[in-house]
């Protein structure tokens, strides 16, 4: 059974150097969903999720670019990114971390709704 409540710095401290793998940990996996902290640093390869996430800015600031749109970011600020849809944080800081929750179907819950209509 995986712990249902982690730190902070425990979490951080899991996540790999970008030059060794992804720089993600997911501490929390339970169903379809996941709860990590993501840290790239330099570029944000990234490609589209087949789920849709949350990001939770955690350090840091930047610019984020969803579906070619771009907006600055800062701590405490949540990024909502549909499952299959073009983004990548930019300009980041050096200190720059994020929660990241993915969840659902793959599709993406619009895809969940459209089905069901």
Do not use: C
Not at 40 to 51: A, E, L, N, S, V
Not at 53 to 82: L, N, Q
Not at 91 to 113: C, H, K
């Amino acid at each position: 059974m995986q712990d249902w409540l982690v730190s902070l710095e425990d979490v951080l401290a899991g996540v790999p150097d970008p030059s060794v793998g992804k720089p993600v940990n997911y501490p929390i996996q339970h169903g379809t969903m996941r709860v990590g902290i993501y840290a790239p640093r330099g570029t944000d390869p990234q490609q589209p999720h087949d789920q849709d996430e949350i990001y939770i800015v955690i350090a840091g600031t930047g610019t984020f670019v969803k579906a070619g749109e771009r907006r600055p970011f800062k701590p405490g600020d949540v990024i909502f990114v549909e499952a299959g849809i073009e983004h990548r944080f930019e300009d980041f800081a050096d200190d720059f971390a994020t929660w990241v929750v993915f969840w659902g179907r793959e599709g993406g819950e619009a895809e969940a709704r459209s089905a069901a209509e």
